[in-house]
């Protein structure tokens, strides 16, 4: 894909994430109440769903998704794929922890659930998922020969972002649109970045 192509599809999840923080900001209750109506279909959808889901959530964000992020990277510096390692890592490491952290504070958004401690807006499970699990789908292209092995992991990966994304609104902890901005925030890391990872290829000497 050319640096043309990956800019303007990164600019379009830009513009969803700030067309999603512009109504936040204007009318903040309209927004709600849509949310509302979606997240009382998925948890009627969804009756049985909560136990799996709870644990589900655990690789969407917090030490556990740190520790994976870290083994994969180390994984990949092991098979001298240093160009996918730095980008996996620095990537899925300043999105979780830093990005994340200055919008919530930004927007100061409330959660669903009151009782539980944070801010709402971007869902940081949904921008941590689509960073890492989005960025392996990528990655798996490069590294993995076989078509059919490569296609199925793909497609988990794809799933688990989808699954973490959903879990957040069932156990309601985010809302619809907290998810979506998470979504499109790191889609659009990804694309503006792709281009930086295929350049880091070239200087490694790796395969492309």
Do not use: C
């Not at 303007?8 to 512009?22: P, Q, V």
């Not at 644990?55 to 160009?83: M, Q, S, T």
């Not at 869902?123 to 078509?147: D, E, P, R």
């Not at 156990?171 to 499109?184: Q, W």
């Amino acid at each position: 894909m050319s640096t043309t192509k990956t800019n303007t599809l990164g600019a379009i999840f830009l513009g969803i994430f700030i067309f999603l923080a512009i109504l936040f900001l204007t009318i903040p209750q309209a927004l709600t109440n849509f949310d509302v109506a979606i997240m009382h279909h998925v948890r009627g959808a969804y009756p049985f769903g909560k136990h799996f889901l709870k644990h589900l959530d655990k690789i969407g964000n917090g030490h556990l998704y740190k520790w994976i992020v870290f083994v994969v990277a180390i994984l990949l510096l092991a098979i001298k794929r240093y160009a996918e390692a730095i980008w996996v890592f620095v990537s899925s490491m300043f999105m979780s922890v830093v990005a994340v952290s200055v919008l919530k504070n930004y927007f100061q958004r409330p959660r669903p659930k009151i009782h539980h401690k944070g801010f709402s807006f971007p869902s940081g499970h949904a921008t941590s998922s689509m960073i890492f699990y989005g960025i392996l789908a990528i990655i798996v292209f490069y590294v993995i020969k076989n078509q059919i092995a490569r296609f199925t992991i793909q497609v988990i990966l794809i799933a688990l972002i989808a699954v973490i994304g959903l879990s957040r609104i069932y156990l309601g902890l985010h809302y619809p649109s907290d998810i979506l901005a998470g979504y499109s925030l790191s889609l659009a890391w990804i694309l503006f970045t792709f281009p930086l990872f295929k350049k880091l290829q070239t200087v490694f000497h790796e395969p492309i």
